[in-house]
C-alpha cells in the first residue's frame, strides 16, 4: 500500500511563508512526477506546480517567482515553499505523485493541508 502524508499548511499573514511536505511511504519502485495543487472554495483543483524525475518544472502562472517546487529522492518526499503569500492562495492544498507500485504506475493524492492567508 501507498500512503502520501502532508504537513506544513497554517494560517498566515500576507507576505509570509510556508513550506509543505509531502511524503511518500509503501512499496514504492520509482516516482516519476510529484506535484502540488490546490482548491479554493466554489473553485475547481488546480495545477500549483509540478515537477519531473528530470528536474524539469512547471508552475502556474500565478505563483511564479513565489513558490518554489523541490524534491528529496531519498525521502520520497516534495516540497512546496511558499513565499510572498497573497490571501488569493488560500485553498486546501494537494500533492499528487506518478509513482509505480507492484506493477502499476499511477497518481496517488495526499490528505489535503489548508492554507489560510490573512490580509
Known amino acids: 500500500q501507498v500512503q502520501l502524508v502532508e504537513s506544513g499548511g497554517g494560517l498566515v499573514q500576507a507576505g509570509g511563508s510556508l513550506r509543505l511536505s509531502c511524503a511518500a511511504s509503501g512499496s514504492i519502485i520509482s516516482i516519476n512526477v510529484m506535484g502540488w495543487y490546490r482548491q479554493a472554495p466554489g473553485k475547481q483543483r488546480e495545477l500549483v506546480a509540478q515537477l519531473t524525475n528530470y528536474g524539469t518544472t512547471n508552475y502556474a502562472d500565478a505563483v511564479k517567482g513565489r513558490f518554489t517546487i523541490s524534491r528529496d529522492n531519498a525521502k520520497n518526499t516534495v516540497y512546496l515553499q511558499m513565499n510572498s503569500l497573497k490571501p488569493e492562495d488560500t485553498a486546501v492544498y494537494y500533492c499528487?505523485?506518478?509513482?509505480?507500485?507492484?506493477?502499476?504506475?499511477?497518481?496517488?493524492w495526499g490528505q489535503g493541508t489548508q492554507v489560510t492567508v490573512s490580509s
Open positions: 499528487n505523485i506518478d509513482l509505480r507500485s507492484g506493477g502499476i504506475t499511477r497518481a496517488y
